[in-house]
């Protein structure tokens, strides 16, 4: 693999360009910016409906510095397979545009809607052929561009404006899809779930990702200031606290013969290593207001107690499948 | 009749953006934008990595610098600076 170092990333120039529309202090465009820095050369995007797809092409403006496609909602990884399908018949034919690409970086940007619900049988059939792309869930968790509605991707207890939290209802009555294990179950190369809170290594598991040979999948947490309803200076802290409380570990998995190998990333495999650092989930939902009906007008401890089962319990078959 | 209709030439360009959104200024979404003490800077890049404008770049002497023009002002670099050595101030 070739190392990008921190400094390398920064000198290059933005993929995606200042100028977007999406709100101040959006996770999405973080992560993004840090993904397609490391783009090794020729790069083709595209995206599913969903907040950075509409803020970013906003007609006539484009901010993608990169051909970029969008098509419809559910079809990212469908729009994904074309391409490289259309680049391998031209690499074959020596004919087009793209046959002279040794490499082509094809990126898939969806959101949880366009992933967990829309998206997923596109994304299915498309890792099941097994097409050279990388596909990156950017997990706001939550149908925010269109005001903030449910999606399987959002957690137990959340408030949406479609699991609203009132006497009968504590916000969502689901507990958050496990889209990882789904997409793992397809047998692809490589997995990991990256957070904008850690550049170094989104850097690394994104250039991982766009050097595997065949599909690969990460999966974006990307706190949402509007949604989640927290002051949009926050975003990094929350970021950080998903990863401190477990809520959302870092790991990779790639596939080798025949059997998925789960590792964990440096900040998650510090806290399996020293318990003690694990801090309570308490401290994640408390400082987003979509979880305020968990401490106001009283303390929810039932439920509280129940998501910290729930990470505590996932957090566990992580170790083990990663050997820690 | 159909010969009055235009051909694919004459259709307008549609759904293909054709300008950049460097062209379209967000900096005034924000009331107050950051400013850097260079003084205590430790040129850590991360108020780059962190804003989710691309408003914040490296120069070659490896400081960084804020681009007012896309600055939405929405603090992270401030809340995140490892040496606290940003702090936003109000427009004028
Ligand atoms: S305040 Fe926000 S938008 Fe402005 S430079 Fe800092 S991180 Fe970027
Ligand atoms: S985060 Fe702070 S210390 Fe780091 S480069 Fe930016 S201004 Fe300098």
Request: glycine share 8%; proline share 7%; hydrophobic share 30%.
């Given at each position: 693999m070739s190392d990008l170092t921190l400094k390398e990333a920064a000198l290059k120039p933005d993929l995606l360009a200042s100028g977007h529309r999406?709100?101040?202090?959006?996770?999405?465009?973080?992560?993004?910016?840090?993904?397609l820095k490391a783009a090794r050369?020729?790069?083709?995007?595209?995206?599913?409906?969903?907040?950075?797809?509409?803020?970013?092409?906003i007609y006539p403006y484009t901010a993608w510095m990169v051909p970029w496609i969008h098509s419809a909602f559910e079809n990212a990884a469908a729009t994904a397979s074309g391409i490289e399908a259309a680049w391998r018949a031209m690499r074959r034919k020596q004919k087009g545009p793209l046959s002279r690409y040794e490499t082509l970086d094809i990126i898939a940007f969806a959101g949880d809607g366009g992933t967990y619900d829309i998206g997923l049988q596109a994304l299915s059939g498309a890792l099941e052929r097994g097409h050279d792309f990388t596909y990156v869930l950017l997990d706001n968790e939550a149908y925010?561009?269109?005001?903030?509605?449910?999606?399987?991707?959002?957690?137990?207890?959340?408030?949406t404006t479609t699991s609203p939290s009132g006497k009968a209802v504590p916000g969502k009555k689901e507990w958050k899809k496990p889209i990882d294990e789904i997409v793992i179950a397809h047998e692809i190369p490589y997995a990991a779930s990256i957070n904008p809170a850690y550049p170094m290594d989104v850097l690394r598991k994104s250039r991982k990702a766009l050097e595997a040979d065949g599909p690969a999948f990460l999966?974006?947490?990307?706190?949402?200031?509007?949604?989640w309803r927290f002051p949009p200076e926050k975003t990094i802290e929350v970021s950080r606290l998903a990863v401190q409380t477990c809520i959302f570990p870092l790991y990779e998995c790639r596939f080798l013969?025949?059997?998925?190998?789960?590792?964990?990333?440096?900040?998650?495999?510090?806290?399996?290593?020293?318990?003690?650092?694990?801090?309570?989930?308490?401290?994640?939902?408390?400082?987003?207001?979509?979880?305020?009906?968990?401490?106001?007008?009283?303390?929810?401890?039932?439920?509280?107690?129940?998501?910290?089962?729930?990470?505590?319990?996932?957090?566990?078959?992580?170790?083990?499948?990663?050997g820690v | 009749m159909t010969?009055?209709?235009?051909?694919?030439?004459?259709?307008?360009?549609?759904?293909?953006?054709?300008?950049?959104?460097?062209?379209?200024?967000?900096?005034?979404?924000?009331?107050?934008?950051?400013?850097?003490?260079?003084?205590?800077?430790?040129?850590?890049?991360?108020c780059h990595f962190y804003c989710p404008e691309g408003a914040v770049r490296v120069r070659s002497d490896g400081y960084t610098e804020i681009d007012r023009r896309y600055c939405k002002g929405c603090g992270i670099c401030v809340e995140e600076c490892p040496v606290k050595c940003m702090k936003m101030v109000r427009k004028v």
């Open positions: 999406l709100c101040a202090g959006c996770g999405e465009t973080i992560i993004a910016r840090m993904i050369g020729p790069t083709i995007a595209t995206s599913a409906t969903g907040c950075l797809e509409v803020s970013t092409s925010m561009n269109t005001g903030i509605q449910r999606s399987g991707g959002t957690p137990f207890a959340a408030e999966h974006a947490l990307v706190p949402c200031s509007r949604g013969e025949g059997r998925p190998h789960y590792e964990l990333s440096s900040p998650s495999l510090a806290i399996a290593k020293k318990p003690e650092s694990k801090k309570p989930v308490e401290e994640y939902l408390r400082i987003q207001g979509r979880f305020n009906h968990l401490f106001r007008p009283e303390m929810r401890v039932d439920l509280i107690s129940s998501i910290q089962e729930w990470v505590d319990n996932r957090w566990e078959m992580l170790k083990e499948k990663s | 010969e009055d209709k235009p051909g694919w030439r004459e259709m307008p360009e549609g759904a293909i953006s054709y300008k950049c959104t460097l062209d379209y200024e967000t900096g005034d979404w924000g009331v107050e934008y950051p400013e850097i003490d260079y003084e205590r800077c430790s040129k850590c890049m991360l």
